[in-house]
């Protein structure tokens, strides 16, 4: 089993709609979650990032830890056709040097 | 540059062949990693620098791959007798210090094919 699971889509919406994005994770002691946005044979760019539970909001995106669950989301709101691209889950360990990393959402936002 | 710069941007090589590729972090980052990303994957961690010091290489997939930093700034990975199993991005990245609670940058990759 993977560290961190994610459905690899594809995944289509037409413009404006909401998108809901999710990772699940097998180790507890994970703290610091982040999204990166990767569009096509571009590198991971960083979207989110949040430490522990709870929620995090920036513009358009919404970025939520339950740790309890162990299960992260990201939700686009109104969403772009610049949105189309790849979604990766991150996370990481306090004092750790390596992300570990979903593998990645394709995500289509159709005019 | 302003953000963490990879070259080259593509490499087709031989089955056997010795590949060099190079990293230049972003300006005043102190750590430095390498990852790989394979089609439909997520980016793997190889190895972490801090300075010129490998200070974790427990992601390189065997003894065929290396990675220096010298000076403490720009970094080659090294894959030697290269196989076609190693095709694959082969992405950098810098953050200011230890990836813990500080945010990682990465470069656009080194995308390798090996035939």
């Known amino acids: 089993q993977k560290e961190v699971e994610q459905d690899p889509g594809p995944l289509s919406v037409p413009e404006g709609a909401i998108v809901s994005l999710n990772c699940t994770y097998s180790n507890s002691a994970f703290q610091y979650f982040m999204w990166y946005r990767q569009y096509s044979r571009k590198g991971p760019e960083l979207l989110m990032y949040t430490y522990s539970s709870g929620n995090k909001e920036d513009g358009r995106f919404t970025a939520q830890v339950d740790k309890s669950s162990k299960y992260i989301s990201l939700f686009i709101r109104d969403s772009q056709p610049s949105d189309s691209a790849t979604y990766l889950c991150a996370m990481s360990v306090p004092g750790a040097n390596n992300l570990f990393f979903g593998t990645g959402t394709r995500l289509t936002v159709i005019p | 540059g302003a953000g963490v710069s990879q070259t080259p941007s593509n490499k087709v090589t031989e089955k056997g062949k010795y590949v060099e590729l190079r990293c230049d972090p972003i300006?005043?980052?102190?750590?430095l990693y390498w990852y790989r990303q394979s089609l439909g994957q997520g980016p793997e961690f190889l190895i972490y620098?801090?300075?010129?010091?490998?200070?974790?290489d427990s992601g390189l997939p065997n003894d065929r791959f290396f990675a220096v930093r010298p000076e403490g700034s720009v970094s080659t990975l090294k894959i030697q007798r290269t196989e076609r199993g190693d095709s694959a991005v082969y992405l950098c990245a810098s953050s200011l210090r230890a990836a813990s609670g500080n945010t990682i940058y990465f470069g656009e990759g080194s995308w390798l094919t090996v035939v």
């Open positions: 620098f801090q300075g010129t010091g490998a200070a974790d």
């Open positions: 300006s005043g980052h102190t750590a």
